[in-house]
């Protein structure tokens, strides 16, 4: 009997916790309780097209790991990054700042899928022959920020590699998880195999003066492409930005100096800025009708 009455006063005190959990969760902003949304992640259902973390250009490495590419190899001081075969490799969550040339290799994240990471490319040069030189194979989202008064160079070879087309490749940058690119230094794009900057998800232009060179697409994103504060100049032998869902165009400058279509969305929003667009067909096409 004993067991019996401790159970049911278990049972109580639960379902007492459980009625006040569900009153604190539905009237916790009116008790001063401040809900934390997480506009960053990847399922995050609002209708932010930038947040605080795509326009923080300027973000604090005191505590950052500290890279430094030193041709086929480097050194990494601190912890979630290493290099294998020729490759650097960014494994964990957190904050990384890359110096250096990587004469031919790939800088890959390979985290949880949970993971935000922060990556400043502080005076980099990457080269890399059959496949991307930024390469995001998994990650929640992806901060690559250019660091002020720097320039960056990012160059890919005409052929890919057997692995990077079994995993549909086909960017210099190429992301399977959401990226931003923002900052104030600059960045040189060359593709010499199909596009200059691919994604499967979201891609946010938030800052920085960047060049892209791509024998297909310059840009070309399966999700949203959003784009503000930044200076963009393409040359494309196709479309110089593509997205399957939306382009948005905020503020910002493009410059698209030859294409076959300029801009290619089924929703495009031109919201501000100043665009110049020499095609040889549509200089903008919505081919959703909006």
Known sequence: MSKSKNLDRICVVVTILAILVTILFMNGESLGLERIIDEDAENYSGNTHFTANDLNGNWDTSRACQISLEGD???????GAYFYEGNLVIANPGYYVITGELTDGSIIV??????????LLNGVS?????????????ADKVFLTLAEGTENVLESGDTYSEEALADNTDGVIFAHDDLTINGSGSLTVKGGYEHGIGANDSLVIAGGSISVEAVSDGIHVNDEFCFTGANLT??????AVHSDSQILIADGTIYITKCYEG?????????GGDVTIYPSDDGINANGGS
Do not use: F
């Not at 190899?73 to 912890?79: A, D, E, R």
């Not at 990457?126 to 998994?138: G, L, P």
């Not at 801009?263 to 919201?271: C, G, N, V």
């Open 73 to 79: 190899h480097g050194t990494v001081k601190g912890s």
């Open 110 to 119: 390979e985290a949880y899928d949970n993971s935000k990471i922060w990556i």
């Open 126 to 138: 990457v080269c890399c022959s059959d496949d991307a030189c930024i390469r995001i194979n998994q």
């Open 234 to 239: 393409i040359t494309a032998g196709d479309d």
């Open 263 to 271: 801009l290619e969305a089924p929703s495009i929003e031109m919201q």
